[in-house]
C-alpha cells in the first residue's frame, strides 16, 4: 500500500536544510526563469538567496494567481465545537495540561452558531474540535457534519486524524473537506511538543493524507506550524508531501495553510522567527511552484499583512474567527485556542478585499480539476 512515509524516510532533515541554506543566486534566477518548477527549483525559491528577488517573485505569483484563479477570493469560516482534547501539545491552549473550563456544544447551540454565520453570508463552514475522541469522536463530528449539511456548500473539519473507515462515514454525511497540519515534519522535535496523547504518534499523523485519499475526499489542506522548528525544512517536506498526493491521488484538491505561532494559554515562545518577509517568500514560492493549489491565510495575521498578502498568491481568507466553542454568540468569553490578530469584522475584511479588486465568493471553485 503506498504511503508517503516511504518517501519522507528517504529524506534526512539536517542534509535538506543544507541544500535548501546552499542555494545560490543563479539557482533562483533558474528558478525564476523556468516554465514548469520542480522541488529543487522550490528550495532555491525559498533560500536566503532569493531575498533580493522577493519583489519579483510577488509579482510572478500574482500574475499566476490572477490568470488561474481570476480576481476572486473565498471567504470561510471556523467554528469551534469544542475544547475538550487528551493531547499535551505545547503551543495549543487546549492541551490536556492548561487547567482550563472545557466546553462541547450541544446541537442546539451548534445551530445558534451557525444561524450567525449564515448571516454573515458563510456558504463554507471549518468545523474544529480538540482530539478527545470519548466526548468528540467520529460519532459526535458525524451529527454535526449531518446537523448542519444542508446549510453550507462545503464542510471542512480539523479535527483528530481517523482511520480510512471513519473519513468514509463523513464523506457520506456530507465531508467536503480535511485540514490535517503534521505541525513539523522534524521527528524528533515533533515528539518534544507531542509527549502524550494520541496526537504523540508521528508517523500515524504523516499517513493521514493517504487515508483521506484513500478515502475519496474532495480536498485536503495541508500545512506547518511555523515557530516549532526552521521554516525553510518544513516548508520543503510540506511540498514534498504536496507532490506525493497530486501524483497519488490525482482527483482530490489541496490547499495550503501558513500557521505561525500565535499567543495561547500556557505559552511558548517559537524555535524560529519566521519574519512578515518570509512568509510573503514563501507564499509566493508555493505559487511559482504550483499554479493550482489554493493558498489560505487565517485572522492569525495581522491587518496589515492581510491586506497586502491578499493580491499575491492567496485564493482564501477567513474574518471576525473566532477560536473558542460557542465564540460567535453562545459563549463569547470562552478560553481561545490561540489569539486571532485581525479582529475586523467579516463587512469589514469583505469591504477591504473589493477595495483590493477582488470578488469574493462564498464557497469553493466550482471548475474541472486537471
Not at 499523523?205 to 525553510?232: M, N, Q, S, V, Y
Not at 473558542?324 to 469584522?345: A, K, M, T, W
Request: charged content about 25%; proline content about 3%.
Amino acid at each position: 500500500m503506498k504511503s508517503f512515509k516511504n518517501i519522507f524516510n528517504q529524506y534526512n532533515w539536517e542534509e535538506t536544510l543544507s541544500s535548501i541554506l546552499s542555494k545560490t543566486e543563479d539557482d533562483v534566477i533558474s528558478a525564476l526563469n523556468t516554465s514548469k518548477r520542480n522541488l529543487e527549483d522550490f528550495k532555491a525559491l525559498i533560500s536566503p538567496a532569493a531575498k533580493p528577488y522577493l519583489e519579483q517573485m510577488a509579482q510572478m505569483s500574482s500574475m499566476i494567481t490572477k490568470k488561474r484563479f481570476g480576481n476572486t477570493i473565498q471567504m470561510y469560516a471556523p467554528m469551534y465545537l469544542s475544547n475538550e482534547c487528551q493531547n499535551i501539545c505545547t503551543y495549543c491552549g487546549f492541551s490536556m495540561t492548561n487547567k482550563i473550563p472545557r466546553r462541547t456544544l450541544t446541537d442546539k447551540e451548534t445551530l445558534r452558531e451557525v444561524d450567525f454565520l449564515k448571516s454573515k453570508g458563510y456558504d463554507h463552514i471549518l468545523l474544529v474540535t480538540g482530539e478527545a475522541n470519548k466526548t468528540v469522536g467520529v460519532d459526535y463530528i458525524n451529527n454535526a457534519i449531518q446537523l448542519i449539511q444542508s446549510k453550507f456548500a462545503n464542510i471542512t473539519i480539523e479535527v483528530q486524524p481517523l482511520d480510512q473507515t471513519d473519513y468514509e462515514k463523513l464523506i457520506g454525511s456530507g465531508l467536503y473537506a480535511v485540514l490535517v497540519y503534521q505541525e513539523t515534519y522534524h521527528k524528533g522535535e515533533y515528539k518534544k511538543h507531542h509527549p502524550k496523547g494520541k496526537k504523540s504518534n508521528f508517523d500515524y499523523r504523516l499517513e493521514t493524507p493517504d487515508r483521506l485519499g484513500r478515502a475519496g475526499i474532495h480536498k485536503i489542506g495541508l500545512g506547518a506550524l511555523f515557530g516549532l522548528e526552521d521554516w525553510r525544512a518544513d516548508s520543503f517536506f510540506t511540498a514534498l508531501h504536496l507532490q506525493y498526493l497530486q501524483k497519488t491521488y490525482w482527483k482530490t484538491k489541496y490547499s495550503i495553510s501558513f500557521p505561525r505561532l500565535r499567543p495561547h494559554s500556557g505559552g511558548l515562545e517559537p524555535k524560529v522567527e519566521m519574519t512578515d518577509s518570509d512568509l510573503v517568500q514563501l507564499i509566493c514560492a508555493f505559487r511559482l511552484l504550483d499554479e493550482d493549489v489554493e493558498l489560505s491565510m487565517s485572522t492569525r495575521e495581522s491587518e496589515l499583512f492581510r491586506e497586502h498578502i491578499v493580491n499575491l498568491g492567496i485564493t482564501s481568507i477567513s474574518a471576525a474567527s473566532k477560536t473558542n466553542p460557542g465564540g460567535y454568540v453562545v459563549e463569547p468569553q470562552s478560553l481561545e485556542q490561540f489569539e486571532i490578530s485581525d479582529e475586523r469584522s467579516t463587512e469589514a475584511v469583505v469591504k477591504m478585499l473589493k477595495n483590493k479588486g477582488l470578488e469574493v465568493i462564498w464557497k469553493d471553485w466550482e471548475y474541472n480539476w486537471k
